[in-house]
């Protein structure tokens, strides 16, 4: 985690999402990290890779309704209703805790993590036991995956982060080929609607060009002087906080759709003739 803060900056600004799980953050777990506009919930691990956080945008209400080793789960308060969201890590070589999973499945919730568990079923090209007892698992209790079509870790080829829950219908994965982690990150989308006042970013633009012009020579001055990736890695996360601590978050009662260029031109010319 300490090494890929960054990362998880860029995909809050890039895709916004309700919620982040960010997994096997080590001795990151240790460290008061903050992102714009989400509050922060960690639990320690059991070894040193260890370690679960979830991130949740300050417009969601919620709590949280269980935290073991490696293990958190938040209740999300809708207005009917309450969806619950957990975040797991098993470490490798461990089997999933099952009495956990059971604990808590026989509810509308969805837990997500790295489960290090291979079966050919998700398209593993072997088993491993974790697998295999998570398979003979979910055949006794009608659970269901969440399962990427890809290719979730960079080092083995196998997909081995995915999603658990009674009822899988209505979602949706997508591996995204970003970061610097050995672990994809994983977009999870679903039907729900988390909440009724969903928000909307507003950017000042004049802010976010006047600090750029105000610091270009800085990025001038070190852009021959490091490789290109490192470079590109430093000026797209920059990119990314500045744009995060140069916006705001409004509800979508206050969203006005922006004109059309039709209607712009029309509202300058009746304008210049006046």
Request: include cysteine; charged fraction near 15%.
């Amino acid at each position: 985690m300490l090494l890929h803060v960054a990362d998880v900056d860029i995909l809050l600004s890039s895709y916004n999402p309700h919620i982040c799980i960010l997994t096997g953050v080590g001795a990151g777990i240790k460290k008061n990290f903050t992102f714009p506009n989400y509050h922060v919930i960690a639990q320690t691990g059991t070894n040193s890779f260890g370690g679960v956080i979830i991130l949740h945008h300050q417009n969601i209400k919620c709590k949280i309704t269980d935290k073991e080793p490696n293990f958190i789960l938040i209740e999300i308060l809708l207005s009917k209703e309450s969806i619950y969201i957990g975040g797991i890590y098993v470490p490798p070589k461990s089997l999933p805790p099952f009495r956990l999973l059971s604990k808590h499945l026989n509810k509308t919730c969805y837990i997500f993590g790295d489960i290090n568990a291979k079966h050919t079923e998700w398209q593993c090209k072997r088993n491993n036991q974790s697998g295999i007892h998570l398979q003979n698992w979910l055949d006794e209790t009608g659970n269901e995956l969440i399962i990427p079509h890809k290719p979730t870790s960079k080092r083995s080829d196998s997909i081995i982060d995915f999603g658990i829950t009674n009822n899988a219908a209505g979602w949706t994965s997508e591996v995204l080929n970003e970061g610097t982690s050995d672990h994809y990150p994983i977009l999870f989308q679903s039907s729900i609607s988390i909440d009724e006042k969903l928000f909307f970013r507003i950017t000042n633009w004049k802010l976010f060009t006047f600090f750029l012009s105000a610091i270009y020579e800085y990025w001038l001055s070190i852009v021959y002087n490091i490789d290109e990736q490192t470079f590109f890695n430093l000026f797209s996360a920059f990119l990314a906080s500045l744009w995060d601590r140069c916006s705001t978050f409004e509800h979508s009662a206050n969203y006005r759709p922006p004109w059309p260029p039709h209607l712009v031109m029309m509202a300058k010319s009746v304008n210049r003739a006046r």
